[in-house]
C-alpha cells in the first residue's frame, strides 16, 4: 500500500471532495505525498495549486487543522514508522522517509513517536509504563502512564484482561504496576465517573493522526451532560461526509474519559459503538445528564 492510499484513509474528509478548496487541499496533499524527498516552500506549494500562500494556508487549517508544514512533517513520520516496522535500520528509514538529517527527526521524536526512534523500533522496548487498577461504578478501571503522561485508560470486568489488553498494546515496554504513583490520577477519573467532577485536566502522552487529532480535541469542547452526533461534528470539522471516519476516530481513542469519546452518538438517536460496551455508554450519559439536573 502506497502513502497515498494510506492518505485517502486516514483522511476520509478530504475522499470525493467537490468543493474547490477541498479539492486544493487535495492537490497540495498529493503532492507532498508524491515528492517525500523535497521540502517546497509554502509559496510554491501554492504556485502548484494557483493559489497564494494566504489562502493555501487558510484552506489547510480549516480542512486539517494543520498547516502545509505540519501535514508534511506527519506525511515524513508516517514513512519513518512503515520504514522501521520493516525492519529497516533507523538510518534507512530516516533517509528513506526524506529526512535530511538525524537531527531533524530527534527534535520531533519526543512529542510525535513518544520515544526516540531506535526505542520505537524495538516495540517500544526501553519505554516504562506504570499503572494501576481500581474498582469503579463502572466494573474496573486501568490508568498507564508513561513519565510524560497518560497513555491509556480502559474499563473492564476484571484486572486480568484489562492488564493483558495493555502489554499487548505495549508488548516491548516496560510495564509495572504503581498504585502510589498513579493513585492520585486514578482518583480524578474516580471523581469523574461518581459525578463529583464535570471535567478531566490530566497530562497525555498519546499519539494520533491529524484527523484523529481534530476529533478528539472536537469531543473535548462537547459540554458535560450534552451529546453530539458522529455528522454534526463531521460537519464542524468542515467535512460533511466523514461521520464514519470521526466514529472510527472516536473508537480509536486510547484515553475514554479524558477524551469522552461516549458523547458521541448516531444520527437515529442510537448509542452508536462504545469498546467498553453500549451499557456502560448509556450508563456515562445518564449520570452526566442527572449531574446536570
Same mark, same amino acid.
Not at 43 to 50: G, P, W
Not at 248 to 273: Q, Y
Not at 276 to 287: I, P, S, V
Given at each position: 500500500?502506497?502513502?497515498?492510499?494510506?492518505?485517502?484513509?486516514?483522511?476520509?474528509?478530504?475522499?470525493?471532495?467537490?468543493?474547490?478548496? *477541498?479539492?486544493?487541499?487535495?492537490?497540495?496533499?498529493?503532492?507532498?505525498?508524491?515528492? +517525500?524527498?523535497? %521540502?517546497?516552500?509554502?509559496?510554491?506549494?501554492?504556485?502548484?495549486?494557483?493559489?497564494?500562500?494566504?489562502?493555501?494556508?487558510?484552506?489547510?487549517?480549516?480542512?486539517?487543522?494543520?498547516?502545509?508544514?505540519?501535514?508534511?512533517?506527519?506525511?515524513? *513520520?508516517?514513512?519513518? %514508522? !512503515?520504514?522501521?516496522?520493516?525492519?529497516?535500520?533507523?538510518?534507512?528509514? *530516516?533517509?528513506?522517509?526524506?529526512?535530511?538529517?538525524?537531527?531533524?527527526?530527534?527534535?520531533?521524536?519526543?512529542?510525535?513517536?513518544?520515544?526516540?526512534?531506535?526505542?520505537?523500533?524495538?516495540?517500544?522496548?526501553?519505554?516504562?509504563?506504570?499503572?494501576?487498577?481500581?474498582?469503579?461504578?463502572?466494573? !474496573?478501571?486501568?490508568?498507564?502512564?508513561?513519565?510524560? &503522561?497518560?497513555?491509556?485508560?480502559?474499563?473492564?470486568?476484571?484486572?486480568?484482561?484489562?492488564?493483558?489488553?495493555?502489554?499487548?498494546?505495549?508488548?516491548?515496554?516496560?510495564?509495572?504496576?504503581?498504585?502510589?504513583?498513579?493513585?492520585?490520577?486514578?482518583?480524578?477519573?474516580?471523581?469523574?465517573?461518581?459525578?463529583?467532577?464535570?471535567?478531566?485536566?490530566? +497530562?497525555?502522552?498519546?499519539?494520533?493522526?491529524?484527523?484523529?487529532?481534530?476529533?478528539?480535541?472536537?469531543?473535548?469542547?462537547? +459540554?458535560?451532560?450534552?451529546?453530539?452526533?458522529?455528522?454534526?461534528?463531521?460537519?464542524?470539522? &468542515?467535512?460533511?461526509?466523514?461521520?464514519?471516519?470521526?466514529?472510527?476516530?472516536?473508537?480509536?481513542?486510547?484515553?475514554? *474519559?479524558?477524551?469522552?469519546?461516549?458523547?458521541?452518538?448516531?444520527?437515529?438517536?442510537?448509542?452508536?459503538?462504545?469498546?467498553?460496551?453500549?451499557?456502560? %455508554?448509556?450508563?456515562?450519559?445518564?449520570?452526566? !445528564?442527572?449531574?446536570?439536573?
Amino acid at each position: 500500500m502506497d502513502d497515498r492510499s494510506c492518505c485517502r484513509r486516514c483522511r476520509p474528509d478530504l475522499a470525493d471532495a467537490a468543493d474547490p478548496q *477541498l479539492e486544493r487541499v487535495r492537490r497540495v496533499c498529493r503532492y507532498i505525498d508524491e515528492h +517525500p524527498e523535497a %521540502k517546497p516552500t509554502l509559496a510554491q506549494l501554492a504556485a502548484h495549486v494557483d493559489a497564494s500562500p494566504y489562502h493555501l494556508q487558510r484552506s489547510f487549517k480549516a480542512v486539517l487543522g494543520i498547516t502545509p508544514r505540519q501535514y508534511a512533517d506527519q506525511r515524513r *513520520l508516517h514513512r519513518f %514508522k !512503515r520504514e522501521l516496522g520493516n525492519e529497516a535500520s533507523v538510518s534507512r528509514a *530516516l533517509y528513506d522517509a526524506g529526512y535530511g538529517s538525524s537531527s531533524r527527526l530527534y527534535e520531533r521524536a519526543t512529542s510525535q513517536l513518544g520515544m526516540t526512534p531506535a526505542t520505537y523500533r524495538r516495540g517500544g522496548r526501553g519505554a516504562r509504563i506504570r499503572y494501576t487498577t481500581t474498582a469503579c461504578p463502572l466494573g !474496573r478501571l486501568l490508568v498507564a502512564a508513561t513519565e510524560r &503522561g497518560v497513555c491509556a485508560v480502559s474499563l473492564g470486568d476484571d484486572d486480568a484482561t484489562l492488564v493483558a489488553a495493555l502489554r499487548d498494546e505495549y508488548f516491548e515496554a516496560e510495564i509495572s504496576e504503581d498504585k502510589s504513583a498513579l493513585g492520585r490520577w486514578g482518583e480524578v477519573l474516580l471523581g469523574f465517573l461518581e459525578g463529583r467532577l464535570r471535567a478531566i485536566d490530566l +497530562p497525555l502522552d498519546i499519539c494520533a493522526t491529524a484527523f484523529q487529532r481534530r476529533v478528539w480535541e472536537l469531543l473535548r469542547t462537547i +459540554p458535560y451532560g450534552e451529546t453530539r452526533t458522529y455528522s454534526e461534528m463531521a460537519r464542524r470539522l &468542515g467535512a460533511p461526509r466523514a461521520a464514519r471516519a470521526v466514529g472510527r476516530a472516536c473508537a480509536s481513542n486510547p484515553v475514554p *474519559l479524558i477524551i469522552p469519546c461516549h458523547r458521541a452518538v448516531r444520527a437515529d438517536g442510537g448509542l452508536g459503538g462504545y469498546r467498553w460496551g453500549a451499557e456502560r %455508554k448509556q450508563a456515562l450519559l445518564e449520570n452526566e !445528564r442527572e449531574g446536570r439536573g
